[in-house]
Structures are given as structure tokens and as C-alpha cells.
């Protein structure tokens, strides 16, 4: 019996084989290999299995994949693959994109000639969610103070992407000074940041966000922003007289954070100047080429003790700049050599010289003078009208939601005109500030209704919209006033206004809260003076009569109408 029994047990262990448990942890979205290995140069070439779960007594079980020992001969999924010298006895298992639902217990077992010898391995498997892989971000579109990006969604790591982050800083600094936005739309896949620098070099990389953590920095955008008119005057302008007939000008250049890129020249604007005059004459201009920081030009062939308003202008390729401070100066006296021929023909060299300001109308010199033919232009005009084409009109822009520094709009186009819509385009700029220098211009499709931007600057803002066609230009959309805050005192707000502007106050997300604390209120008032008035009518009954008044009244919340009325 003993004998019988150690025979048993001597099977049972030889059956069993060389089992043994080696955990790998790995995280979702990466290749993993299960390494197994047989010595080839003593047995040859074997067949083996892959199976799920602990091995049986014979096979694999749940196999996944099944080889000669020299090709595969089945698979359950192309995810599964032998990357290894199969003629080296190598039999490792690799899995290409883990999963969560491949966590569990894989068994390798080679078939080796002979009873009860086989070799079997069994390996455990954890996979873990990750991080997203790193994003591939693109350039859409850079204006003067805009770039719109967009990027494609990456793989997440096994849990929801819930966020983007967005770094943004000059070329030249060190990303630690870099102004991060999160944008919070996670199926969002294009943002355009706003309020950027004209001609300025910026660098941007962003962040995918899950559960897990933050992703791996994206690729680096260097990109930079076009030309604008310049924002700031000429400074320092100086006007000197040294003879009857002429006026020196001198000034420097705007300061340089205002001149949104590479100063091509000035525009001189001068005229006679008498304060009691009832109507000024029209501005006279003279083009300077931007030389140096400092620069001078001589006006010729002025009046004789005349004064004269002076402004001047700085010009990029994208347009001219304010005007300066007005200057004045008068011509000296004239001498007496002077003739009266030397006076004529200097005014007649003048009238040839300069131009008008609004170059609107042309004229002709004679002997006696300037003569104007705008009265024959405006007749040819009367003469040739006819009705005017159609522009759009201006489409309607509604605010969708405020969150942090990420502001999402959309708008409903107004009637096309003679011709269909071809394209939108958004004004956006500093609240105070005209809409002449606006702070950005953003280009739409006529196919497109809404939009999101970030703003990476607290402060106010206005924005409108206008429709274009084939015939023009719409009229001004109604217009929308953010006011972004600094994050850590930022709420959100509405606030109604005129069918023409639209006021909007963004601060933090304390309005949620506000509401999470008054509905449960109001509930456990309405609770309780509904069990009031239970028992004033059961002592009413016990006890006559019994008369209580309950206020009217309603709560209210900051920026919102009455929750309920009591």
C-alpha cells in the first residue's frame, strides 16, 4: 500500500512539471512581452501554447497562441505576437496595446518529447491604467493678436480624458514663466488663444488630463504673430520755424512695445491753424521713410506768418498709428527782398507738391491758382446710380459659458441678402478701447456657428461679429462685454442688457455652489411649513379657531431671478 501510494505522489509531482508565478505590472496602451524559453539546442525546435489561466494537465487553457516551434499556427487576436528567435528556443509572448481586461494569469507550455516532462511557466499580469499619451498639436491660423490650434484627440490611458492645458510663453523665456490655461471642454478639438503681441515669437505646448495625471508635454509650436498698425504715437514731436516759408519737424519713434512690428515710415499731417476759423482747411500729408530713432523733415513753401497744427503718425505694413500730440508753430515774417513773383511761384510749387488728406477729390494748377472738379465728379455720380446691392445681415452672437479663462459663443446668422453668406468674422477688444484698434480679428467659415477662445489676460472685453458676402459687409452684430478675473476670484455671471450689447461678468465657479446651497435649503423650508400648517389645523380643530398670516416672500440668488416664491 505505502508503494502504491509513493507512486502516486512521484506521478502526480512529475505531471505537474516546473510551474512558476512571476508578476508583471504594466499600464494601459503599452507593449508587453512574457518571457518563456526552452533550450533548442539540445531538444530542437518544439511546439508550444499560450493560454489564460493557471495551466491544465494537458494543452493550454483559453489559448491565445499555438506555434510549431517555427511559425505560429494560430492566434486569438493580431495583438498577440512572438517577437523573439523562435530557432534560439525563444517562445516569449507579446502583447501590443494592454488593456485593463488583460490583466490575469497566462501559462507557456512546451511540448517536450516523453511522459510527464512538458515545461510550463505561468506568468501574472496586472495591468494598470496610465497617463494619455502626449498630444500632436498643429497651427490653424496666427493673426496679429490670435492663433487658433488644433490637435487630435490621443490615446487616453485607459480612463476618460477630462481636460487640456495649454502653455504659452515668449520664444526666449524659460517655460517655468509660461502662462498655463485649462480648457476644460474635453471634446474640444480647437482653441484659439487671444490677446497675443503683434510680432511677437511665442512658443506653445499642451497637456492631456485624466484621472491618472497629466500627459506628457505635447510637441512645441514656435509661431509668430503678424504685424499691427502701431498702438502709440510718435513722442517728443518738435516744430522750429527757421524761415517765413518753412517749419522743421523732429520726434522719435513710438515706444517700442507699442509698435507691433517693423516701423516702415511717418505720415507728416499739417494745416493752417486759426482757433477763431469756423471750419479748419483739410489736412495736408507728407510720407517719411523710417530711418533712425530719431528724424526730421522740413515742411516748404508754407504761408507767411501763419501758424500751422503739426501731428504725425508711425506706419507698419499693417497700417498707420495714432496721431501725436497736435504741435504748432508759426512761419516768421516775411523778408523785405522778397518778391511778389518769388511768393507766386512758391505757392503754385506747393499746390503741385502736397497732397490733400482724404486724396478724395482732384484738382488742377493755373496761374491763378488751385481749382477744384469735385462739383463735376459728384454730377457723374449722380448720374450713374444705381440701387445698391444687399450686404448680410448681422447675425446674432449669444455667450454658451464662461469657465476659468475659456469663453465658448455661438451665433445665429441674420438673412443673406442678394447673395448667400460666404464667411463671419469677430472683433474682439479691450472694453474701453475704440474698434478702431481692436484686439483681434478672427476669420470664420459660413458653415460655422460657434467658437471658443481663451484669454489669458483678466480684464474686460467687448466682442461682435458682422457676415459677409460677395456685395459686402453686414452692419455690427450685438455686443457681448466679458470680464475675466484673476482664477482665484473668478464666478460667472450674465448680466441682460439692451438687444444691442450683452454684458457678461466671469468669476469663478462660486454660482454653483451658491445654487448646491439654496434648492436643499428651500426644500427643508417648504418641509417645514408645510408640517406647520398640519398641526395648526389639527389644533384648530381640538381648539376653534385659529388664524396665522405667512409673509410672502422669495429667495434670491446673486445675478439670478427668484429660485421660489413662498
Not at 267 to 274: A, G, I, M, S
Not at 328 to 357: I, N, P, R
Request: net charge neutral; with cysteine; proline share 6%.
Amino acid at each position: 500500500m505505502k508503494f502504491i501510494t509513493l507512486c502516486c505522489c512521484l506521478l502526480f509531482w512529475v505531471n505537474t512539471g516546473d510551474v512558476s508565478a512571476n508578476p508583471i505590472i504594466t499600464t494601459v496602451g503599452t507593449d508587453v512581452t512574457l518571457r518563456c524559453k526552452y533550450d533548442a539546442g539540445y531538444y530542437g525546435k518544439l511546439p508550444f501554447c499560450w493560454g489564460r489561466g493557471n495551466i491544465p494537465k494537458s494543452g493550454c487553457a483559453n489559448e491565445v497562441l499555438r506555434s510549431d516551434g517555427t511559425n505560429v499556427l494560430s492566434r486569438q487576436s493580431e495583438r498577440y505576437a512572438l517577437t523573439g528567435n523562435l530557432g534560439a528556443g525563444e517562445a516569449s509572448l507579446t502583447i501590443r496595446q494592454v488593456q485593463e481586461s488583460d490583466s490575469g494569469i497566462y501559462g507557456c507550455r512546451i511540448d517536450i518529447p516523453g511522459w510527464f516532462n512538458d515545461q510550463k511557466l505561468e506568468i501574472t499580469l496586472t495591468v494598470k491604467p496610465g497617463r494619455p499619451f502626449p498630444l500632436k498639436v498643429e497651427t490653424r491660423e496666427v493673426r496679429e493678436r490670435t492663433i487658433t490650434v488644433r490637435w487630435t484627440p490621443p490615446f487616453n490611458g485607459g480612463r476618460p480624458i477630462t481636460a487640456y492645458k495649454v502653455d504659452l510663453k515668449n520664444k526666449y523665456a524659460s517655460w517655468d514663466t509660461a502662462k498655463r490655461t485649462e480648457v476644460p471642454q474635453a471634446h474640444l478639438t480647437q482653441v484659439t488663444l487671444v490677446d497675443l503681441r503683434p510680432a511677437k515669437t511665442y512658443n506653445l505646448r499642451m497637456f492631456a488630463v485624466n484621472n491618472v495625471g497629466l500627459s506628457e508635454p505635447s510637441n512645441v509650436l514656435i509661431f509668430t504673430t503678424k504685424e499691427a498698425a502701431p498702438e502709440g504715437p510718435p513722442v517728443d514731436v518738435q516744430l522750429e520755424a527757421p524761415s517765413f516759408d518753412c517749419i522743421q519737424v523732429t520726434w522719435k519713434p513710438p515706444k517700442v512695445e507699442l509698435r507691433n512690428g517693423v516701423l516702415r515710415s511717418y505720415v507728416v499731417n499739417y494745416r493752417e491753424y486759426d482757433p477763431a476759423a469756423q471750419q479748419l482747411p483739410k489736412w495736408q500729408q507728407l510720407t517719411v521713410t523710417a530711418m533712425s530713432e530719431g528724424q526730421s523733415v522740413n515742411l516748404t513753401h508754407l504761408k507767411t506768418s501763419t501758424q500751422y497744427s503739426v501731428q504725425v503718425q508711425a506706419k507698419t505694413n499693417a497700417g498707420k498709428g495714432p496721431f501725436s500730440a497736435p504741435a504748432f508753430c508759426t512761419t516768421l515774417d516775411k523778408v523785405k527782398e522778397t518778391t511778389v513773383a518769388t511768393t507766386l511761384l512758391s505757392s503754385t510749387t506747393a499746390s503741385t507738391k502736397l497732397k490733400e488728406y482724404t486724396g478724395s477729390t482732384s484738382a488742377h494748377t493755373t496761374s491763378a491758382g488751385t481749382v477744384s472738379t469735385s462739383t463735376v465728379w459728384d454730377e457723374i455720380s449722380l448720374k450713374s446710380t444705381t440701387l445698391p446691392a444687399v450686404p448680410p445681415d448681422p447675425p446674432v452672437i449669444v455667450l454658451n459659458e464662461v469657465i476659468d479663462n475659456t469663453i465658448s459663443l455661438s451665433w445665429t446668422p441674420g438673412c443673406e441678402g442678394d447673395s448667400p453668406i460666404t464667411a463671419f468674422y469677430l472683433e474682439y477688444k479691450a472694453a474701453n478701447a475704440s474698434w478702431d484698434y481692436s484686439k483681434a480679428i478672427i476669420d470664420f467659415g459660413s458653415n460655422e456657428t460657434e467658437a471658443t477662445i481663451i484669454e489669458i489676460n483678466p480684464s474686460t472685453y467687448s466682442i461682435r461679429m458682422f457676415a459677409k458676402n460677395s456685395l459686402g459687409t453686414s452692419e455690427a452684430s450685438n455686443v457681448l462685454t466679458v470680464t475675466i478675473e484673476e482664477r482665484d476670484q473668478q464666478t460667472s455671471s450674465i448680466m441682460p442688457t439692451t438687444s444691442t450689447a450683452t454684458t457678461v461678468s466671469t468669476k469663478a465657479r462660486s454660482g454653483v455652489h451658491t445654487s448646491a446651497i439654496a434648492v436643499p435649503v428651500v426644500l427643508v423650508i417648504l418641509i417645514v411649513a408645510a408640517l406647520a400648517i398640519w398641526q395648526l389645523r389639527r389644533i384648530k380643530q381640538r381648539n376653534g379657531s385659529l388664524n396665522m398670516w405667512l409673509a410672502n416672500g422669495a429667495i434670491h440668488y446673486k445675478g439670478s431671478e427668484s429660485l421660489q416664491e413662498l
